[in-house]
């Protein structure tokens, strides 16, 4: 089981040009992934993209690109000629005008703007991406080493906060019969108080404890529950990701325990569907950041 929060970084060097990869990612809804590149290395974005599709099902990731080329061929100074001797006749023009000497040297002139232009050559394409492909490979396995170790320990968490929930469901259950005995019991007692000369209609009574029986039965909701809970440890097994799979379990086990608290006439059984819904939200909280 993988977490979607995770960091990964690495560098691969050749014939004067090294790239530096940096992944991190956190959880989100779907896979969205965010590359921030030098408008020169654009040509890389599909390439990183596709790979990292191919390796991750959801998460929010970003991806940092160093890249440096310290080839001679790297770069080209061009002399802007006109420029320059336009520079030149310039400065005779005022020696002339001020009657001064010209001492102009040529690191005067070539030092004045755009006189030299400094631009990048265009990079030898697959050269740069055969280095990406190394250096995004070892980073994707880096991060991907570390969410599965932080998915390892969730899924302990998880397994521990489920074996929780299921003593609940089992303590639920055994208070279950007593609600109806108890109701019975009371109902019995206030009739009597209410009829102390008329005959208790037991048959009556009967009804209305069956009615109620009825209304605050709570077994179907407590199967379902053992089932989700079941389903959820099952699920936290599988090698596929299953964030989505976890987070509907989640919310359906969520929508047992309501319709058991909003059925429940006993404080017992309020305070452990209270504690259920504790955990469930444990649960729901963890499972945001599975894959």
């Known amino acids: 089981m993988q977490s979607m929060t995770g960091y990964g970084r690495a560098s691969a060097a050749a014939d004067g040009r090294e790239i530096t ?4 990612s956190v959880n989100h809804r779907f896979l969205d992934i965010n590359i921030r590149l030098y408008r020169s290395l654009g040509f890389l974005e599909d390439t990183i993209r596709t790979k990292l599709q191919g ?31 336009a520079y030149k006749r310039a400065f005779d023009k005022a020696a002339e ?5 010209s001492d102009i040297a040529l690191s005067h002139l070539i030092a004045q703007p755009d006189v030299l232009t400094l631009s990048e050559r265009e990079e030898d394409q697959e050269a740069v991406k055969a280095l990406l492909m190394e250096a995004l490979g070892k980073a994707l ?42 109701y019975r019991d009371r109902l019995r007692q206030r009739m009597e108080e209410l009829l102390k000369e008329v005959p208790l209609d037991e048959a009556r009574l009967v009804n209305e404890v069956a009615f109620f029986a009825d209304r605050c039965a709570i077994d179907e909701e407590l199967a ?13 097994l599988e ?7 976890l987070d509907f379990i989640v919310q359906e086990m969520n929508r047992e325990m309501n319709t058991i608290a ?11 569907a209270v504690e259920g819904k504790s955990e469930i939200e444990k649960l729901r909280e963890q499972v945001q950041n599975i894959e």
Not at 152 to 162: G, I, T
Not at 239 to 245: D, I, T
Not at 262 to 272: C, E, G, H, L, P
């Open 21 to 24: 990869v940096e992944l991190k």
């Open 55 to 85: 390796a991750l099902s959801r998460g929010h990731v970003d991806v940092y690109l160093q890249y440096k080329n310290t080839r001679e061929d790297a770069r080209d100074v061009t002399l802007n000629e006109a420029l320059a001797s």
């Open 97 to 101: 005008v001020s009657g001064l000497s």
């Open 141 to 182: 396995t880096e991060l991907i080493a570390m969410r599965g170790a932080e998915g390892e320990r969730m899924k302990n968490d998880l397994l521990a906060h489920a074996e929780l929930l299921e003593e609940i469901v089992g303590k639920t259950a055994a208070l279950a019969p007593g609600v109806v005995t108890e």
């Open 224 to 236: 379902r529950l053992r089932s989700h809970i079941e389903q959820f440890r099952d699920m936290l």
């Open 239 to 245: 090698e596929q990701p299953v964030g989505r799979k």
């Open 262 to 272: 909003s059925k429940a006439s006993n404080k017992d059984v309020t305070a452990q």
